[in-house]
């Protein structure tokens, strides 16, 4: 890694918590904004990957789809990262990095997703965080 690369990577690992924190605590919150939950977990989970691509000295796509950073990284990295599509929601967490934040129709029902499809795009933030986290540790990058 060169000089730059620590700072980096401390960049992308603190916004995806701050991401992750602000879907907790708007989880939280009495009426809570279920389009931005599900937003702010998608942006923890797509951030946390593209921190595992700068530990790992790969160039970053311009992209917002989980499953694509996770097939390469499973490709090219690491296999292992195929768990997280058995294991998470990937492609429903995945969808709100767009859905989340524009109408897509003027169905009331569809442009905000429902207090259960939240929580769940937490629990799948998590899982990956997790889950990438225990990798950045073997690869000593984080204590």
Known sequence: M???EPETLK??????????????DELSTQNPATDTVCFHAQQ?????LKAFLVA???EIKKTH??????????REIDPEFKKLMEETDILVLSNYAVSARYPPSDSLEE?????????KAVESAKKLREFIRKKLKELGFIP
């Open 2 to 4: 060169s000089k730059r």
């Open 11 to 24: 960049i992308w690992i603190k916004k995806a918590e701050n991401d992750l924190k602000t879907a907790i």
């Open 44 to 48: 923890c989970a797509e951030k946390y």
């Open 56 to 58: 790992n000295r790969r």
């Open 65 to 74: 789809l989980l499953e694509e950073l996770i097939d390469g990284i499973a």
């Open 111 to 119: 442009a905000f997703p429902s207090l259960e499809e939240a929580r």
